[in-house]
């Protein structure tokens, strides 16, 4: 076995209307990495997140899914974009019906031949919604009738019988739940044979913590929480919409209030496309006491500090100290008061706007040297650990 491991690549398949879905694949595979670190290491080929030059096109240039160990192909309301004038048919010499198609079927051909790669195909069941006058209404239902058509041929016969499995999934924690089952049991049966691995405690230290409170970087080993976190994101979504975003987590001490906010609840809403009207998130963890008698002056230390505060605006703290102040003796709610007074101030005296934004978010490669940007949606959760 290779020095850290068995190196297993998996090949993300999808057309361009699953990006929420193909960014779960990545968080799957950095959370299994850390668990398997020493006995396997997974590596996603994903096309967005590379690189092609101008001389070909740009499937040509694509990694060949055939090749890999695991192909994940997801679809949603689209089958993908037609490929170029003379790419290779399929072997009866009708041309592939998408880049997407062509790597699911030829991944599955070699399948046939040399029993790798093992290939999952995951289709959400509903049709798409789009409104009547949507200028993309033409394309969008063609698409769909594409990807009926698809399924319809390589997936069942024509009396309606199944001949090839797919797995469907009703959301996109849904489904980043069922890769995460997928590719574990693909290891313990692939690389693992039925034998247990360590802990990696010199990697991810003990996910026994004790009377220790978990944090957000402890959200890889909370386990036995699935159902609260689920409950509680849905819970803070549904007051969103309703204009109020609180959510109250109570009960007595020790029974895991904090560990649950923080390594459960904060990971999953800052999760690609749980919210997906946000592109920025900036998480506040808080103690009104720390300070006595001045509750809001932690909020505003706690909302902007350190580098965040300097690409922000200049003088983050003392702007937002004087904003909350001001809004603390009029608003009837200070807390959202301030946030919408800080916004104000932060277009007033922030950054211009730029292409690029902080942390390396959408539309980014990674970079993080450039301000965060003001036309972006941001939103901030607040996390306050106790009243006392």
């Known amino acids: ?21 193909r960014s779960r694949v990545e968080r799957v595979t950095e959370r299994l990495n850390g668990e398997f ?18 001389h070909d096109t740009f499937q040509a240039q694509i990694p060949e899914s055939a090749q890999c160990d695991i192909v994940v192909a997801i679809f949603r309301s689209r089958l993908g974009t037609e490929l170029p004038p003379g790419f290779p048919p399929m072997p009866d010499g009708t041309p592939y019906p998408s880049g997407t198609a062509y790597e699911v079927l030829s991944a599955i051909d070699a399948a046939k031949g040399r029993g790798l790669p093992d290939v999952y195909v995951f289709r959400f069941p509903h049709s798409p919604s789009i409104r009547l006058d949507d200028p993309a209404r033409a394309e969008t239902e063609a698409q769909w009738e594409y990807l009926k058509t698809f399924f319809e041929s390589w997936f069942k016969t024509p009396e309606g019988h199944f001949k090839a499995a797919f797995q469907t999934f009703a959301s996109t924690d849904d489904f980043e739940a069922q890769v995460d089952s997928l590719l574990r049991k693909w290891l313990e049966e692939k690389v693992l044979h ?3 691995v360590a802990w990696p405690v010199d990697v991810k230290g003990s996910p026994f913590r004790g009377l220790a409170a978990f944090g957000a970087k402890h959200a890889p080993v909370f386990f036995g929480r699935s159902r609260d ?15 109020c975003p609180f959510l109250l987590v109570d009960g007595p001490s020790g029974s895991g209030k904090s560990s649950l906010a923080r390594a459960g609840l904060v990971p999953r809403l800052t999760a690609a496309g749980v ?12 103690r009104p006491g720390e300070l006595a008698g001045d ?13 965040v505060a300097a690409r922000l605006v200049p003088d983050g703290i003392a702007v937002s100290r004087r904003a909350m102040k001001e809004v603390s ?3 009837s709610n200070p807390l959202s008061a301030f946030l919408h007074r800080f916004r104000v101030e932060h277009r007033t005296n922030g950054p211009k706007p730029c292409r690029g934004q902080l942390g390396g978010g959408r539309g980014s490669r990674g970079s993080n040297s450039r301000p965060l940007c003001t036309n972006l949606p941001i939103l901030d959760l607040l996390v306050l650990e106790s009243l006392n």
Do not use: C, N
């Not at 076995?1 to 879905?21: C, K, L, N």
């Not at 976190?229 to 204009?243: H, N, Q, S, W, Y």
């Open 229 to 243: 976190i689920v409950k509680a994101t849905d819970r803070l979504k549904d007051a969103a919409e309703k204009g």
């Open 194 to 196: 039925g034998r247990s």
């Open 37 to 54: 670190q020493g006995v396997a290491r997974l590596t996603t080929i994903r096309w967005e997140t590379e690189f092609y030059t101008a």
């Open 275 to 286: 919210v997906p009207r946000i592109d920025v998130w900036r998480v506040a963890v808080m």
């Open 329 to 331: 003796r009029h608003a």
């Open 295 to 307: 509750p809001f002056g932690v909020l505003s230390g706690r909302v902007v500090v350190g580098e």
């Open 1 to 21: 076995m290779a020095e850290g491991g068995r190196q297993v690549r998996v090949f993300v398949s999808s057309p361009g209307d699953t990006r929420f879905e």
